[in-house]
């Protein structure tokens, strides 16, 4: 059965979306405080969980736990707390946490994120709409993951820096790389689209062909583009989003 995609329209989630980047930006400071560092900075990343966005395993003296930004019941979930994104700014949500961070584990401390205005703007429309097209293309990644064999692949993780889903594989086990992301938008591209690159970048990548809808960009960053715009209004957005990862696997011969 084909997935029929919800529509997402920058202008009207992008307060949403905001809002929510800046409460992810409070569980990645958290996971960077308890969970082991990685040579690949995957420590930074958080993961997708049937529920929304959780922190990887978090250490404690006597036990482990997650907190969750929950994106089914729209709030933040830490070892019994529980604080509605409707009701909290994510500086709130911040000291919250550092509070139980410090009843808990008196020798770990928590930086604060950079918070954008701190301004709480939550459309639960909007959060749900994102989250499906999330847990989507979660989806996705995954299986894209499990058919590159080759080489070394990073968790799929959400990176709250530039709030983007990403897997990045290295074909080769050396530095050289190619990654895949979704990206709700940003000054370069103001609308949700999924990005593939190439580091350092091949001679010829950019010659590489591309589906229909999907595009090269060069302006600020080099990669193809497929806009999510183009995949939601596909009638087969599995067959266009594989069509699409399969320029991932073209470019490993050209990464020498």
């Excluded at 050396?174 to 999924?194: H, V």
């Amino acid at each position: 059965m084909t997935t029929q995609l919800p529509k997402l329209i920058h202008k009207d989630m992008v307060l949403t979306r905001n809002y929510i980047q800046e409460v992810a930006h409070v569980l990645g400071a958290l996971q960077r405080a308890l969970v082991k560092r990685d040579p690949h900075d995957w420590y930074y990343g958080l993961e997708v969980g049937p529920r929304g966005l959780t922190t990887q395993q978090l250490m404690l003296a006597t036990k482990e736990v997650r907190a969750s930004l929950d994106l089914v019941r729209h709030k933040v979930r830490l070892d019994g707390n529980a604080w509605p994104l409707s009701d909290y700014a994510a500086p709130e949500i911040f000291k919250n946490i550092k509070l139980w961070l410090q009843n808990e584990r008196s020798d770990a401390s928590i930086s604060q994120p950079e918070f954008v205005g701190g301004v709480r703007h939550f459309d639960k429309h909007q959060a749900d709409l994102y989250a499906e097209a999330l847990w989507w293309m979660d989806g996705q990644f995954g299986a894209l993951k499990s058919s590159l064999k080759k080489g070394l692949t990073s968790p799929v993780l959400l990176y709250p820096h530039h709030f983007d889903l990403s897997l990045v594989w290295f074909p080769r086990a050396d530095e050289k790389q190619l990654a895949i992301g979704f990206s709700t938008g940003d000054q370069t591209i103001a609308e949700p689209y999924l990005y593939l690159t190439a580091y350092p970048e091949p001679p010829g990548f950019t010659k590489l062909p591309v589906p229909k809808g999907a595009y090269w960009q060069t302006d600020g960053f080099s990669g193809a583009i497929l806009p999510y715009a183009t995949l939601s209004a596909s009638s087969d957005p599995e067959a266009l989003f594989a069509s699409y990862a399969s320029v991932m696997t073209a470019a490993r011969t050209l990464l020498g």
